[in-house]
């Protein structure tokens, strides 16, 4: 999943929310002002849905790339000359849209990175805020104090009542435990009845943690306006939804309306707690609210159009016109291209080929090399079409495709080398036939380490053996991921780290944000592997920098006894200590 694909999917669902938003404020206007909750689910169905409208593309089939028939673009049988002249670009709009992406400008070296940078830092000081305000929230409760007064009248359901100097109206405030708030000097007498049933009505509705959710949803999605436009809808239908509750529950509408009043008058209407849910929060929506407790009927029940239809109708439109990324549908018999449905090397897909060797259509990928596929053509998330070849296991198409000249070196960032898949997927037949033409087996990927690092890690000795035999080096080192020995430590190969230690892997060896082996043991806590390095002569006290330019927040050095102990393992490091382990940093 990359920035390519974010992007435009994000492109997408920000449109499909826009047209949204834009029907529910519309309606908003012309439906009778009894129906708040049709107004309020669907609303809030708006803002719910947007993270399942940005996932759902990457799991819907994509549609199979068959490429229309343009009259005049057929191929005609190529003589020597007619090779070496120019050809007529007969297909213009097609060749420059399905243009490879490297082509021209290429946008994703600076202004992709930049806008995902962006999109990171926006939602991250959101978050950090909601945060902030959460554990406000929080301290305001303990600060608070169990009200000791009885209420004059039982409650429709059990709740926790408190009082605190610093609140000046009746509110819910809390999450998982949430409790009812009210000023110091309010008596909980029959009149508060009202409104201490329109708390309730928050607390029976979960409205606490439904205001998380989208406070998260619209942290996540900020550049999403029109998330934010429906936030204040919902929070005005949702108090005259529970306004209808406690009415029904506590006298009648008039009765909640006198009760409204009485905590207005004495309210000034400070800022209260932005994740709290007060009686009153804006003195502009009382009357609105007062109109419709003493005029109107206010059914919390929605009508079955619009709640039940409509909602679930406009989610699977926007479903249905969004972008669609998962792997692509196959295609029924009569559908399949044709000889003579074939273009020009620059029509094809560069995905094309990469998922025909994946589904393992050998005659597709004959077909496609054919008209000039490239076989090196990387696509975005999935790899080249060697890569694709070893995940379905298909030796004959890798076998192909290296005869049309596929590189087995070309690497792909977050897939890794068409080897390390090798590795990854236990392909011993295709991992020999990839060095035999010619991959390296040295060769790493940032993120995805090496050949060899990966079976150490899958705790693969017939692999380890067939590259070490192909003079893989068994120090070979890819900063983030380790080497072979440390990766066989973290993933706790007991029988893989003795493997190499007797193939002569250096016990000491020391990889940049991987530490050594016996830290990374020290770190795991586990002191089998901890005993067997010590006994192949682990350094118990080598000590070694972490810099900070991996991660600022590690600056400093670690050794075996340090990690044991920062991490908890009291076993280990009680067994380091009982070897003379030291924490060394250089002076």
């Not at 068959?66 to 005049?72: A, W």
């Not at 960032?413 to 390390?420: A, E, H, K, N, V």
């Not at 033409?437 to 053996?465: C, E, F, Q, W, Y």
Request: aromatic letters at 4%; one cysteine or more; proline letters at 7%.
């Amino acid at each position: 999943m990359t920035a390519e694909a974010l992007l435009p999917v994000a492109g997408a669902v920000l449109a499909e929310t826009a047209i949204l938003a834009g029907v529910i404020l519309l309606l908003d206007r012309i439906l009778p002002r009894r129906m708040v909750r049709e107004r309020h689910d669907m609303a809030l169905a708006a803002i719910l849905i947007v993270p399942i409208l940005f996932v759902l593309p990457f799991f819907l089939p994509g549609e199979a790339n068959v490429l229309p028939v343009i009259e005049g673009s057929l191929p005609q049988p190529v003589t020597e000359s007619a090779a070496a002249a120019p050809q007529a670009n007969v297909m213009p709009v097609i060749t420059e849209a399905m243009a490879s992406p490297t082509s021209g400008l290429d946008l994703s070296v600076f202004v992709l990175p930049g806008m995902m940078l962006l999109w990171g830092l926006g939602a991250a000081l959101l978050l950090i805020r909601l945060i902030s305000e959460m554990t406000s929230v929080s301290a305001l409760i303990r600060r608070a104090q169990p009200l000791r007064q009885p209420i004059g009248a039982s409650l429709s359901r059990p709740a926790r009542v408190m009082v605190s100097g610093e609140v000046e109206g009746p509110m819910l405030a809390g999450f998982f435990r949430p409790v009812i708030i009210l000023p110091e000097d309010m008596m909980a007498d029959e009149s508060l009845r009202p409104v201490l049933e329109h708390e309730i009505a928050h607390l029976a509705r979960q409205d606490n943690l439904l205001e998380v959710t989208i406070r998260t949803i619209s942290a996540l999605f900020w550049w999403n306006l029109p998330i934010h436009a429906l936030r204040p809808l919902i929070a005005r239908e949702r108090e005259k939804l529970c306004d209808a509750y406690a009415a029904e529950r506590a006298g009648g509408g008039e009765a909640m309306a006198d009760a409204l009043l009485k905590v207005a008058s004495r309210q000034i209407l400070g800022r209260s707690p932005a994740l709290a849910l007060p009686a009153i929060r804006r003195k502009e929506m009382l009357a609105d609210r007062l109109r419709l407790l003493t005029r109107e009927n206010v059914s919390g029940r929605p009508r079955l159009l619009l709640s039940t239809a409509l909602v679930p109708a406009v989610f699977f439109a926007c479903a249905a016109a969004g972008p669609k990324l998962g792997p692509a549908a196959d295609l029924a018999e009569d559908e399949k291209p044709t000889e003579e449905m074939t273009f020009s090397a620059s029509a094809i897909d560069p995905a094309e080929l990469y998922f025909a060797a994946r589904r393992g259509r050998t005659e597709e990928v004959e077909r496609l090399l054919a008209m000039g596929a490239d076989p090196n053509a990387a696509s975005y998330g999935d790899g080249t079409p060697l890569i694709g070849a070893v995940r379905s296991g298909d030796h004959g198409i890798l076998t192909r495709l290296l005869a049309a000249g596929a590189d087995p070196n070309r690497a792909a960032r977050g897939d890794g080398s068409p080897l390390i898949s090798a590795a990854k997927n236990g392909r011993y037949a295709m991992a020999i036939a990839l060095l035999d033409a010619g991959a390296n087996p040295d060769m790493g990927v940032r993120g995805d380490g090496n050949a060899l690092i990966v079976a150490a890690h899958r705790g693969d000795l017939k692999m380890v053996d067939i590259l070490l035999e192909y003079d893989a080096n068994i120090e070979a080192a890819q900063i983030g991921d380790g080497n072979a020995l440390i990766a066989a430590v973290q993933a706790g190969k007991i029988n893989m780290v003795h493997a190499l230690l007797e193939k002569g892997a250096n016990v000491d060896a020391f990889v940049i944000a991987d530490e050594t082996p016996l830290i990374a043991a020290a770190q795991r806590g586990d002191l089998d592997i901890t005993k067997l390095l010590i006994e192949y002569g682990a350094d118990v006290s080598l000590t070694v920098p972490v810099p900070v330019l991996t991660d600022p927040s590690r600056q400093g050095f670690r050794s075996p006894i340090s990690e044991a102990e920062r991490y908890g393992h009291e076993d280990v490091a009680e067994y380091l200590r009982a070897h003379g382990a030291e924490h060394r940093p250089p002076a």
